[in-house]
């Protein structure tokens, strides 16, 4: 946990915080923190600042919090729609979207996604949200990506996706056989959506559909990535593409 | 498997191949392949081709090989040198960094790098070539990875990289605070080696021993990222910033 993140209502008015559970444990076991301990803390969706550690005790850690207008960064650029994976996958992967700053994730169904994939617990609200800020707290950063689930491409892609994205964004579909290389893509927008297919890829229907759109197909080279790989390659590349700086950035 | 990888001892002169365990059951329940099915092959560091299914029984598929000049991507001209991770991380990454197509990957020792983490059997040669050998087979190419570890960060830096690497091999310290974005580094050699540090990073003399040995600090932003997602994150950077075809491109 590279920052302490807290809940709007685990702040006090006097801006305490009390930690129980996982937290506590790490800033008494891993942190080794004794009161007087500075720590970088942060509420989910609000402010970062310092924490510091009042007292502690077995089982809790006691801190006094101040927020000031702190240097977290600020979310990227950058939507990914990507076809339901696997739930183990899904699970490793929720982190490391936040932790690289995606806004908006939206996980879709696809002619090649298994449709039980849907009826897994990883899926469920609470589980999402807490993979999400175990990303957070790794990045040090605050704001909670969105996460929308999707049971119809097409009613996602004729219906949905306008109105949840606004206007100006490029919409790029990674298929590994486009003949547009992502690095040497020039974004017309200065914001993007990647469309990332299921294990075996889109089907033919599938890309027809992204096309008409708006999504422009783009590649990183011939390999064939997991899907979590490409998720992160691909994103790590739309980041250098769309550079922000601390803060600001919206 | 997105290419069924042999050992050059399994493949007999007439080109036949005798998959048994873990290939051979991959090939008759999950592709499902019947007697005269085409697939993938390939054998370690050699030629890529395709394999007809002559037979199958319940536990093992006789393949025809025929070995052409084929089309499974070569080799990135990308070296990685890591801090050690915790054993679970590295057991995941090193499929990850084969699939991407790495040429070497040099582990090392660090201030920060935990001692126990020398002595996990991850480790060990067969481990490793697993782990190497199933990235080759989701990435479709063959074309295996050295790995080479090192017990003494200097002792690598002052007597075993420069016998490792071809002399115009740009050198990068990926680091956050570092004031060159890496998406617009622009190389001045047609290859590069990326050094990542461990959880909590290199300590000062670290980096002034890099320095003192021509690498250059990189950052791909102020997020704190793991060091696998961190890994996969800069060879997605730099595969762009070094596109390579199929084939050829040593």
């Not at 937290?23 to 942190?31: C, E």
């Not at 899904?90 to 449709?115: M, S």
Request: hydrophobic letters at 45%; proline letters at 7%; one cysteine or more.
């Amino acid at each position: 946990m590279n920052r302490i993140l807290l809940e709007s209502h685990e702040v006090a008015d006097d801006g305490t915080a009390l930690l129980r559970g996982p937290r506590a444990h790490h800033v008494r076991s891993v942190l080794r923190a004794r009161p007087g301990a500075r720590l970088r803390v942060g509420v989910v969706n609000g402010p970062a600042g310092e924490g510091t550690v009042r007292s502690t005790t077995d089982a809790q850690v006691l801190l006094d919090c101040v927020f000031s207008s702190d240097s977290a960064p600020d979310m990227e650029p950058l939507d990914l729609l990507l076809a339901l994976p696997r739930p183990k996958v899904l699970r490793r992967l929720v982190p490391q979207l936040a932790a690289l700053g995606v806004r908006h994730i939206f996980l879709t169904n696809a002619w090649r996604v298994e449709k039980n994939y849907f009826d897994t617990h990883v899926l469920e609200e609470p589980r999402l949200r807490e993979g999400l800020i175990e990303g957070l707290s790794q990045a040090g950063t605050t704001r909670l990506p969105e996460i929308s689930i999707h049971r119809h491409l097409r009613r996602l892609l004729e219906d949905e996706l306008d109105g949840a994205l606004p206007a100006p964004t490029a919409r790029l579909l990674a298929h590994p056989a486009a003949p547009v290389r992502l690095g040497r893509w020039i974004p017309a927008a200065a914001r993007a959506l990647i469309a990332v297919g299921p294990e075996g890829g889109w089907i033919d229907r599938e890309v027809t559909l992204f096309k008409k759109h708006g999504f422009q197909g783009v590649s990183i080279g011939s390999r064939i990535l997991r899907s979590d790989t490409v998720c992160l390659a691909l994103l790590a590349v739309l980041r250098e593409i769309f550079p922000s700086g601390m803060a600001g950035g919206e």
